[in-house]
């Protein structure tokens, strides 16, 4: 079968692709890493990139995170599935914890 005859739906998103929270998220974390660029150089840019995996996945693919259930990588075990908007709350709470903090030590 030629390859432009091949039909890989299952393998496509079936949502928008870039949805609000997804630009937004994606605004952030270009933002978090220019500022750990100009901050710390490319050590600053690869910290930030391996903190922001997590809550940027949370974000972007909330529903399937949440679907997860089993053993665990740290050998817990999952017995139900997680709400997806808990999965979504959870990323953007940890993708704006810096901002919490800076502001926190700004203010006292």
Known sequence: MPIENRNPGWMMPQGPV???E???SSAIC???LT???VAAG???VLRLGMFLVVPMACIWFSESLGEAVGFM??????SRSSPEWAVRLLGWVVLLMPA???LLSLLW
């Open 100 to 102: 919490w903090g800076t």
């Open 30 to 32: 270009v933002l978090w």
């Open 35 to 37: 500022i750990g660029g």
């Open 22 to 24: 997804r630009v937004l």
């Open 18 to 20: 870039w949805s609000l």
């Open 42 to 44: 490319l050590e600053g």
């Open 73 to 78: 990588s740290s050998g817990v075990y999952v």
